[in-house]
């Protein structure tokens, strides 16, 4: 170890004047065939290290991807420490390496098939892309470059692969509360319509008493034996309506009730002083 | 509200002559205090910064994290250390324990040295997993610094990072120029789970990867992790903000990579530059040790915001759709200030109202009034919703690299009492129920009028009566 140590930087000088620029990595030999387990068919494409495939290769769900390779240092076949097979899915840039299994005399190979895939690559909308990189320890410049494209192809009958993103601190959703709908009137017209519907039957009624010989003739005759409780009776009838209307606008309960009180006893007293005085005129026969 | 204000400026007072946010007290665990020597900037940097270290090898007797229950120390910092174990002062359960109780770790790992055994089961706790047999280094082929690792290529050459993402403030990379790197010596690469409580500060290149150097020598059959998946720098920040940092490679940190001359490997030519390493690592110590990246809750605010009312702060009790209005001051803290808290480009601070879920999330704003020099202000208006109960005024303000925030407010929301809806006459629907009112009345005393003093018509009907 000790004296690899010390050749090595030796023998990179001697490398460096020789060879510095051109010392590169590369591949020959390169394919990929996609095996279906089913039909036993095989498609099959020759690779290049300069350009990518320019269609990409479909794999199915039962199908088995093999990509071989025979990697080489300045044109020798060599074994790389580095000989690995990335497939990226194109949008997030999420990768996944398969290392290749490379002999001493730079040949490789890899199989993928989709239970390798992380299930992000499986669930890609685009065609995922593929890299080889072969590298190695030394002055020798690496490779990294696309060689095809794959096409996921997911079984039409099985659901597909289930994927919950795992949670990442940021911000949410906003939420604005969606208020319930406000109570509706009816259009302010016909409200109104019936509204004076209603209050035309107050005149109707009253017409109808005086056709039918309503009056109130006897008025004077009422209040001359009983002035007071007649107008003290009346008038509470009437006040005991003006305590409904207040209790209806501004009043509480008991703003009202004493009111009610003091109206009721009034009603009580003097209504049997005004009532005895209508009884007598019935016994009289006025009425 | 004056009260508030004076406790704050107290509390401000306070904090200006301390260094980090949360104590000074940390402890270094060394094998041997020469060992120190290599590190002599990094402590510098760190003791002027106003820390107090203290050195201690992993098995001595005299250790201890807890005194009396509470923490000796307020952050530890662990070398590479030559020990298998730690001794039984500072086992993974301890380690847990000081976390717990809102100390901060940071851990440099080498290549060289094995980790020991107490840490990888702490970094297995936290769902951070190592390569196997303790042994792993992270070699980049295409990346690596051509002057002191042209044959080995396990120097690597890293860009300082950038943001993480567009709404996550950058704390580590900013400021570098193009051409600075990182320079990450015989480091070892670990694997993030996907806890949302782990964040990676600094990821591998595309095209490194990790190998057992005394295994795999001549070529790589069993890969550990490879590529953006390795993690060189990794952050972990507890759910109380209790902070840990795993830096891969220790030598990254010694005095010979501060502000040393590196060639970039780029396509066949040399390229000289400097390396970040001195600043990169004063911003990873400061972020463990709570220097940069710590937010507080200065005070907050709500009132009723409605013409005519008192609007008083902080009611106990509001009623359906009442206008509201809630304000939050913020300060985060870098380095030796409290600094008033921005947020970064695409974030937004959220307020959530909520009984058991959220009835609204609205983006806080920045309030320009209430702010001042060391604190903003964010304020939202919101009409509350038309539901009774008892709600909260929720901030839950937790990202990546910043300490979590998470506040709550309670009050009670009172549904409507019955004189304050609308009155009857004001909707138009109840005006023929009205007037039927007003026509009941008005028949009624015209009935007893009518029934008191009408005269009989006629007059002759009475000789029936009296039969």
């Known amino acids: ?287 | 509200m004056r009260s508030l204000f004076s406790l704050f400026l107290f509390l401000f007072a306070a904090v200006a002559t301390a260094i980090s946010a949360s104590g000074n007290r940390l402890l270094a665990i060394l094998d041997n205090v020469a060992e120190k020597e290599n590190y002599s900037k990094f402590f510098g940097d760190l003791e002027s910064r106003g820390f107090q270290i203290s050195v201690e090898a992993p098995k001595s007797e005299s250790l201890a994290l807890f005194h009396l229950g509470e923490r000796s120390y307020d952050h530890i910092i662990f070398f590479p250390t030559k020990a298998k174990g730690l001794g039984p002062n500072l086992t993974p359960n301890l380690l847990v324990d000081f976390m717990n109780a809102q100390g901060n770790i940071l851990i440099a790992l080498s290549s060289d040295l094995p980790t020991p055994n107490s840490l990888v089961s702490l970094l297995a706790e936290l769902d951070i997993q190592l390569p196997a047999d303790r042994t792993g280094l992270v070699v980049d082929h295409f990346h690596y610094d051509a002057s002191s690792a042209p044959d080995k290529h396990d120097v690597l050459l890293l860009a300082p990072p950038s943001a993480l993402r567009p709404d996550v403030k950058d704390f580590f990379g900013t400021g570098a120029g193009p051409d600075d790197a990182i320079a990450f010596p015989r480091g070892v690469g670990a694997v993030l789970g996907s806890s949302e409580l782990l964040t990676p500060v600094l990821r591998a290149p595309r095209t490194a990867y990790s190998y057992n150097p005394k295994e795999q020598a001549e070529a790589v059959d069993d890969l550990f992790a490879a590529g953006e998946q390795l993690s060189l720098v990794s952050a972990f920040q507890a759910r109380n903000s209790a902070r840990f940092t795993l830096v891969g490679s220790a030598e990254m940190l010694q005095d010979k990579w501060f502000d040393a001359e590196v060639s970039k490997a780029a396509a066949g030519e040399k390229k000289m530059a400097k390396t970040f390493n001195r600043e990169f690592a004063k911003r990873v110590s400061g972020w463990t040790f709570n220097e940069i990246g710590v937010l507080r809750v200065n005070w907050i605010e709500h009132h009723l915001d409605e013409a005519g009312a008192t609007n008083e702060s902080n009611p106990n009790i509001y009623r359906i759709k009442n206008d509201v209005k809630y304000t939050i001051s913020l300060s985060e803290y870098a380095w030796t200030a409290w600094n008033p808290f921005t947020l970064p480009g695409d974030d937004a601070l959220q307020l959530e109202f909520s009984m058991l879920s959220p009835f609204h999330r609205l983006p806080l704003a920045l309030d320009a009034a209430h702010s001042s020099d060391s604190a903003s202000a964010y304020s939202a208006s919101l009409k509350l919703p038309d539901q009774h109960g008892i709600f909260n005024f929720a901030v839950n303000y937790k990202r990546p690299f910043l300490s979590n925030l998470e506040e709550k407010n309670t009050v009670s929301v009172r549904h409507m009492a019955h004189n304050e809806w609308p009155r009857s006459f004001v909707i138009s629907g109840a005006w023929p129920w009205i007037a039927g009112l007003g026509v009941t009345v008005a028949g009624w005393l015209a009935f007893c009028a009518l029934w008191m003093y009408s005269a009989p018509v006629g007059g002759k009907r009475e000789t029936k009566k009296t039969q």
């Not at chain 1, 030999?29 to 498609?43: L, M, P, W, Y």
């Open chain 1, 1 to 287: 170890m000790r004296i690899s140590q010390c050749i090595a930087p030796a023998l990179l000088l001697l490398a460096a004047g020789a060879a510095q620029a051109a010392s590169a990595w590369g591949f020959d030999d390169g394919s990929i065939s996609v095996v279906a387990k089913k039909s036993a068919e095989t498609v099959k494409e020759k690779l290049n290290q300069k350009a990518p495939l320019s269609k990409p290769v479909s794999l199915g769900n039962t199908d088995t991807l093999k990509l071989s390779l025979t990697a080489k240092d300045n044109g020798k076949g060599k074994r790389p420490h580095q000989a690995f097979l990335v497939i990226q899915e194109q949008d997030s840039g999420l990768e996944a390496p398969f290392p290749l299994t490379v002999k001493e005399t730079g040949k490789a190979a890899v199989q993928i098939s989709h239970k390798d895939l992380p299930i992000q690559l499986l669930l890609s909308a685009k065609p995922l892309k593929a890299f080889v990189v072969l590298a190695s320890f030394g002055s020798a410049q690496g490779l990294s470059t696309p060689v095809f494209e794959v096409k996921i192809e997911t079984d039409a009958n099985a659901p597909p692969p289930a994927y919950e993103e795992p949670l990442r601190y940021g911000k949410k959703p906003e939420i604005q509360h969606v208020f319930r709908a406000d109570a509706k009137s009816p259009p302010k017209v016909i409200s109104l319509f019936f509204a004076l519907a209603v209050l035309a039957t107050l005149p109707a009624l009253l017409i109808g008493w005086i056709y039918l010989g309503g009056n109130v003739n006897h008025l004077s005759k009422a209040i001359g034996p009983a002035p007071l409780s007649h107008a003290t009776f009346f008038g509470s009838i009437v006040a005991m309506e003006f305590v409904f209307f207040m209790y209806y606008t501004s009043w509480n309960l008991f703003q009202t009730l004493p009111v009610i009180a003091v109206i009721s006893a009034a009603t009580v007293l003097s209504g049997t002083k005004a009532l005895g005085e209508v009884q007598s005129r019935r016994l009289a026969g006025e009425r």
